[in-house]
């Protein structure tokens, strides 16, 4: 499983932080960025201490086109974040929540944008397992 944004360094690491901790062992799960940036984002790494989810030592990431290859699905986060089709995994897009647009911001923005999350992967586990 590839979690994938523009900057790598919020909702395609939340998105993958919280499919850890939903799948456990029995999914791999990476995430990338198609542009990305130089830091995770703090407040969605506090956002996701607050369930557990413990972002310490992840740092934003190019796509890695073997990996990508051999992946069986793709997420990618938001509409900016483009990946080139390749034969093989399932691609999937989730344009999710973006509080910001409601004036909501810091903290509270990143809480409502992990629940979205939350909510979207919690869904594919249950898919995942229902195959």
Known sequence: ??????????KS????GLMRKAAGTDVEVHSAGTKPGSTVNPLSA???????VDLTGEQPKPIDPALLARMDYVVTLGSEA?????????FENWDTDE???RGIEGIERMRLVRDDIASRVDDLVKRLRDR
């Open 1 to 10: 499983m590839l979690f994938v944004c523009v900057k790598n360094g919020g």
């Open 13 to 16: 690491q939340m998105a993958a």
């Open 46 to 52: 506090q956002s996701l201490l607050e369930v557990g």
């Open 82 to 90: 483009q990946v080139g089709t390749v034969d093989g995994p399932m």
């Open 99 to 101: 509080p910001s647009e």
